[in-house]
């Protein structure tokens, strides 16, 4: 592991906490911030805890202007005994670095990093809401920082982590999503970056996203790049169907954002002998499935979206409700236990909980 001393300089002054019924998704953040350097030759070095605040950064970055930058999102929960809790923290680290592999940002030593991350859970562990349903929100993210025009990977980086206490992602709370079905734009191809969590596929997904909420939908459904015919993954969580009494997810085609809640459901669902199956799936099955009455369910999953019942999908112009626009008994049972194992009410069979 990186032998670095971690240097830490405490906030002399400590916000205002927001009450839990003010809380939304990622509008607050913490009185501490982690940021670590890159300079080529040195590798990373210098990290430090310091008081949260703006950062200084020259107008030319490669930031500004390419979009080299990666991000990561997972959360900290406390438990009624008071323990703080994260949920397969390594994963987002690995993961963090498949992302740098893509976007060619040196990697990160993924021990050091999770150190540095409980260390500012730890200071900052005061910040962890502790009503149902809330959590602290943990962004750890890389940014390209070389001020040069020259389209070429960036020769020095910050990474950085903040914090924000949040509730639900959505302002439907629990309650079930209205999805529309995207048949024009899209979010990536195979062999483009939507296996990586970078800013780009985010910022290519606005402009579906803001029609789909003029028309009064929550997210977009994107469908594959290619033919527009298999679906992909939600903007901010992955999706699950249930027909016929198995559970189906798009497959991680070299397109879709390798979930840890999607993986972790899977897992659970394999536990609880559920079938499930990873596969392509097109978005004409679907709708025969809800023609024949087969379609049970749908959910999203996602760190920020936890598990997300889906109530309507709309694709071209064709509506449909699911289980009567209400949340489904597994969607419910996958949230209670996958929440559950979080916030320390139910077991942990599968070691996913690291303490803090
Ligand atoms: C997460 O679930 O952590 C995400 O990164 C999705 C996000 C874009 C809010």
Known sequence: MLDQTIKVELSTTKKQKPNADQLQFGKIFTDHMFIMDYTEGKGWHDP?????????????????????????GLKAYVTKEGKVQLFRPEKNMERLNQSNDRMVIPKIDEQFALKALKQLVSIDKDWIPTAEG???YIRPFIIATQPFLGVAPSSQYKFMIIMS?????????????????ENEYVRTVKGGTGTAKTGGNYAASLKAQEISSQKGYSQVLWL?????????????????FKIDGKVV??????????????????????????????????????YEAYDKGLLEEAFGTGTAAVISPVGELLWKDRKIVLNNGETGPLSKKLYDTLTGIQYGTVEDPFGWIVTV
């Open 165 to 181: 206490p949040v509730g639900a992602y959505y302002k439907e709370g629990l309650n079930p999503v209205k999805i529309l079905v």
């Open 249 to 286: 997810t798009p497959e991680l085609s070299g397109s879709i954002l390798p979930g840890i809640t999607r993986d972790s459901i899977i897992q659970l669902l394999k536990y609880w002998n559920i079938p499930v199956e990873e596969r392509k799936i097109s978005i004409e099955e679907i």
């Open 224 to 240: 594959d790049g290619i033919e527009h015919k298999y679906v992909e993954e939600v903007g901010s969580m992955n999706i699950f």
């Open 134 to 136: 809330t959590s602290l």
């Open 48 to 72: 430090r805890i310091v008081p949260y605040q703006p950062i200084t950064l020259d107008p030319s970055s490669v930031v500004f202007h390419y979009g080299q930058t990666v991000f990561e």
